[in-house]
């Protein structure tokens, strides 16, 4: 099982940007699936997350600026981001925890992406 998130680049602020994060491989079913992001020096943070019913969970940060949504389908997470400002500015990961084929369910962890905000 893999997660592979994409999106991240440079924007102005009070730009937007959409991070995706696709997870593959042997999935049996996938539960909750979150962002989180971590700057250096400090500890990763959750930003958002969604249970595979629809519930959502916002940083108190983010909240009123972020999306966060899930194709299960494609078994694809997105977070929409507006209003983007430079604290918002640092790595941005993605989490799922997924039952697999073998029906073990785990946590799992995509590559970091990088979230710019500058002008």
């Known amino acids: 099982v893999q997660l592979q998130a994409s999106g991240g680049g440079l924007v102005q602020p009070g730009g937007s940007l959409r991070l995706s994060c696709a997870a593959s491989?042997?999935?049996?079913?996938?539960?909750?699936m979150g962002w989180y992001r971590q700057a250096p020096g400090k500890q990763r943070e959750l930003v958002a997350s969604?249970?595979?019913?629809?519930?959502?969970n916002y940083a108190d940060s983010v909240k009123g600026r972020f999306t966060i949504s899930r194709d299960n389908a494609k078994n694809t997470l997105y977070l929409q981001m507006n209003s983007l400002n430079s604290e918002d500015t640092t790595v941005y990961y993605c989490?799922?925890?997924?039952?697999?084929?073998?029906?073990?369910?785990?946590?799992?962890w995509g590559q970091g992406t990088q979230v710019t905000v500058s002008s």
């Open positions: 969604v249970t595979n019913g629809g519930s959502t």
């Open positions: 491989g042997s999935i049996f079913s996938i539960y909750v």
């Open positions: 989490s799922a925890v997924i039952t697999s084929s073998d029906y073990r369910r785990r946590a799992y």
